[in-house]
């Protein structure tokens, strides 16, 4: 303790001397009155007025006893003006991270985080704004961000929507709607138009309604060419009442058939017994703590037993895959507990049947991942795709019985599926895309079939290049060529066979790219191919919206109105 009545003190009481043990005074430290801090003492005050200045924000010339207490930081620092532009900074830092990091718009009375954010802009003057700032803030990002995708709609040739009805855990249901383009750089753009909350029921007019609503707000209706949609009954009738062309989720048609293929071919007992030896070690810490344990051993990296669910067919390739890669780290801890409660492992032979099972599975991922990207090109994909799956689904004499029911049911199954989606779309996709023009992914009876339909969409491209674009037609037509064509009809025919004669470029090859060097030569063709490259194949858009929905929703956000989830949410997605 300082000795008040003690001369030997420094700067008005700021600072004192430490008393030695026999009770004399070490006058070559001193120590801080304020914050205890011990400093070096020459005989000179220079660098305890420093401490006072930098540390505590004293006026050593002011020093008097009324000061000698520890200010806080907030006190200290309203001694100079806080820097309005970084604040202003700092609030749209903030309300873009509680967008795209589904953070609660309560996090900013967090008093951890205003200490953080005033220790990293070195002021500690700065005061976190309201929970209403920031949301006025989101929602001045929200509408320039909706300003500039809407200019840049506008200046879309051709646009292809995807959408679907989701329920959240609190029973509100919601409407998604994404947009894909490619504008004039070549350029492929994916990006959320909104989500609503919706109270009717999902019949297939209400579904239309509400299509045709969010084409009619983002000034689309007439550029709009295709919608994506699961093959839910409501989706479909509602595919018909609207004026645009449907295209089926590939990704669900996959899941569906094989699903059933599993289920028809005998290969439900092997997968119960793998999810129970799963289920053995995913439930119990401590059994997961010694397969752990034999995994080091086998210079391993540590990693869990994945489980399968029912809606998510891939997981069933993940859960087989992975006991596999584990079977020798599973096989001796089993050995070691060999107690009622511990499951049967699995023999040799259902082993060999859960990797036969895999041989067919693994393409049917690779397909599933393939058509499933909204990054980069997907629906002149979907034939050649499929032309491959069919191919490794052929029965060899080799198969055992339960890999050649497989086979056969997931066959049928998705040849069910594959009429009734819209191949008509599909085969002029695989044809606009310089990977696949070649058709080989078809019959060669209907190829011819296709580059006829193509002069024809390519004349009529050729005669409506000065107007205004029509609404697209519900179903396209195949007309016959009239027998007195005209010059341009000539000369466009020409650019669709001069168009065909070019080489295919490699599968690993970019057609955007090489749209993007060819398109002076085909300026009607590039119309097109902009118009069918765009469509995606899949739904898996808005299926990635559904997980960032959900978290905006159920993260403490149940009082959020429907327009505050549609900001956060599009924004989020808008700024990824």
Known sequence: MMDKDSSKILLNGAFYFPKLPDGSVDKSKAICTLCKAELKYHRSTSSLSYHLRAKHIINVTKVDASSLRQSSILESATRRPADKTKSQKITTALAKWVATNCRPVSIVEDSGLKEVLRIACSDPSYTLPSRGTVVSRIQSLYDTEKAAKLELLQSANAVSLTGDHWT?????????????????????????????????????????????????????????????????????????????????????????????????????????????????????????????????????????????????????????????????????ILDLHQQRSTPAFLTNAEFEKI???????????????????????????????????????????????????????????????????????????????????????????????????????NAQQHNNEATDPEPPKKKMSLLVASDSEDEEETAADNSVDRYRAEPTISVEDCPLKWWSAHAGAYPNLALLAQKYLATPATTVPCERLFSLSGHIVQNKRASLSSENVTNLVCLSDWLK
């Not at 350029?187 to 609503?213: G, K, Q």
């Not at 094989?258 to 401590?286: Q, Y």
Request: glycine letters at 4%.
């Open 168 to 332: 959240s855990v609190s029973n509100h249901n919601y409407l998604e709607v994404t947009a894909h383009y490619i504008d004039s750089g070549w350029t492929l753009h994916s990006f959320a138009l909104t989500v609503r909350h919706t109270e009717e029921r999902h019949n297939a007019e209400t579904c239309a309604e509400h299509f045709s609503e969010v084409a009619e707000a983002w000034g689309i209706a007439n550029k709009v060419t295709t919608i994506g949609t699961d093959s839910a009954r409501n989706m479909l009738a509602a595919a018909r009442l609207l004026p645009y062309e449907h295209m089926p989720c590939v990704a669900h048609s996959l899941q569906r058939s094989i699903a059933m293929s599993i289920r028809e071919s005998g290969f439900e007992n092997v997968l119960a017994k793998c999810r129970k030896l799963v289920g053995h070690f995913k439930h119990s810490p401590a059994n997961a703590a010694e397969l752990q344990c034999q995994q080091r051993q086998r210079g391993q990296d540590p990693e869990p037993l994945i489980q399968d669910v029912p809606t998510r067919w891939n997981s069933t390739l993940s859960m087989i895959t992975r006991l596999e890669k584990n079977k020798d780290a599973l096989r001796a």
């Open 355 to 457: 990797k036969k099972l895999e041989t067919v599975l693994e393409p049917c991922r690779y397909v599933t991942e393939l058509v499933g990207g909204e990054q980069y090109i997907s629906c002149s994909v979907v034939l050649p795709a499929l032309c491959h799956l069919f191919r490794v689904m052929e029965v060899s004499d080799d198969d055992p019985g339960d890999l050649c029911r497989f086979k056969e049911a997931f066959t049928a199954d998705l040849s069910k599926w594959k009429e009734s989606m819209n191949i008509q779309w599909l085969k002029v996709a695989t044809a606009v895309d310089p990977r696949f023009k070649d058709l080989k992914c078809l019959p060669r009876s209907e190829r011819d079939e296709v580059w006829r339909l193509i002069k024809e969409l």
